[in-house]
């Protein structure tokens, strides 16, 4: 009888995986360690799942068209130009899906986010990681000649905006598919939406964990030419966003007045407690994202200050990658959640 592991593909094997940040069940910590929103959701998202909770003996619509058509009105794009997803990690996939064969390069500046490089492997493409040079797009991204190409802009776990006029011009030479992540793009950049009917070879994917306060629900958004979409479609799953995620995304998108009073509440927290790292000693990156990179190398690296805060019962994020082992991921929560935050470091 063959074992588990011999039954599943060498390439599978020999991955590592994606380690998504921690969930605990200790309701007592403070959790800034993995980009939610600490605030609700708009009740508007409430009432429009709990209308549609009594058609769940139906299946959705297979193109989410509701979603599609209202995130038109917002973002002044076609219905055709939009793709629904379960959270942009699916549609990222979707794009290495029906964009690379094995073998082909996909590309992207690092650090980053990490998830990138395993939906390269499950697709058997050739990661290619160039070092990140500030805000600005590395050289040696477009020397790859990627068939796609990752842009995450604000970037994780950095917090950098790249200038929309460096994208435009990177999209103008690359060969392939140029994928800007703007998953973060609510708190600060400014969006390539605005440029995409210029590249046809662009898309940008956008969620609603982040600013929309709905990491528990799973949906994203694809922008892209509608030649590309109707490929990439080929490739998705048939039913692959709830009704109550159709719904609540179409509400989420009707009450945008809400979500922009969080983001407020968010960049004016951002701002203070940045200025309090810094006055403290540690080294904080501008970040135009809802977290904050924290230097920790001052203060015995980015393991020994998680280490300190979760005594604390405050859980941020540490990365042991080569670049990132001296600092540490800190979410912006509510302000009491951040002067706890503080409290513990200086303590």
């Not at 959701?41 to 003996?57: D, F, G, Q, R, W």
């Not at 080929?234 to 719904?247: F, G």
């Not at 805060?309 to 959640?337: K, M, N, P, W, Y």
């Amino acid at each position: 009888m063959p074992r588990g592991q011999d039954l599943v593909s060498r390439r599978v094997r020999a991955m590592s995986g994606y380690t998504p940040g921690e969930q605990p069940t200790d309701s007592g910590l403070i959790k800034l360690n993995t980009n939610e929103n600490p605030y609700p959701c708009s009740p508007l998202v409430v009432e429009a799942i709990e209308t549609e909770a009594h058609k769940l003996n139906l299946y959705p619509s297979p193109m989410a068209d509701l979603l599609r058509a209202r995130a038109a009105e917002v973002y002044g794009v076609r219905a055709s130009q939009v793709m629904a997803g379960n959270g942009s990690d699916e549609l990222l996939a979707i794009v290495l899906r029906g964009c690379t064969e094995p073998g082909d390069v996909a590309a992207w500046a690092v650090p980053t986010y990490s998830l990138y490089s395993t939906l390269a492997e499950t697709v058997g493409a050739r990661a290619v990681e160039v070092e990140a040079d500030g805000n600005v797009i590395p050289r040696g991204l477009a020397e790859a000649r990627a068939r796609v190409t990752f842009l995450c802009t604000p970037n994780s776990p950095t917090g950098r905006s790249l200038p929309l006029e460096a994208v435009a011009a990177f999209a103008r030479e690359a060969p392939g598919v140029v994928v800007v992540d703007e998953a973060y793009i609510d708190f600060g950049g400014k969006s390539a939406l605005t440029i995409l009917d210029d590249h046809p070879n662009m898309v940008v994917s956008r969620t609603f964990s982040k600013s929309f306060s709905l990491a528990g629900l799973r949906l994203g958004l694809l922008f892209g030419h509608e030649d590309l979409l109707d490929e990439l479609v080929k490739v998705k799953d048939s039913y692959n966003v709830s009704r109550l995620a159709i719904a609540a995304g179409a509400a989420a998108l009707e009450d945008r007045a809400w979500m922009s009073s969080n983001v407020s509440r968010i960049r004016a927290t951002r701002a203070r407690v940045t200025a309090a790292l810094r006055a403290a000693g540690y080294g904080v990156e501008d970040s135009a994202a809802n977290f904050l990179w924290v230097d920790c190398s001052g203060q015995g690296g980015g393991k020994a200050v998680y280490d300190k805060l979760r005594a604390g019962e405050v859980l941020v994020r540490h990365f042991s990658a080569s670049g990132l082992a001296q600092g540490v991921r800190v979410s912006i929560g509510t302000d009491a959640e951040m002067d706890r935050f503080l409290e513990v470091l200086d303590a």
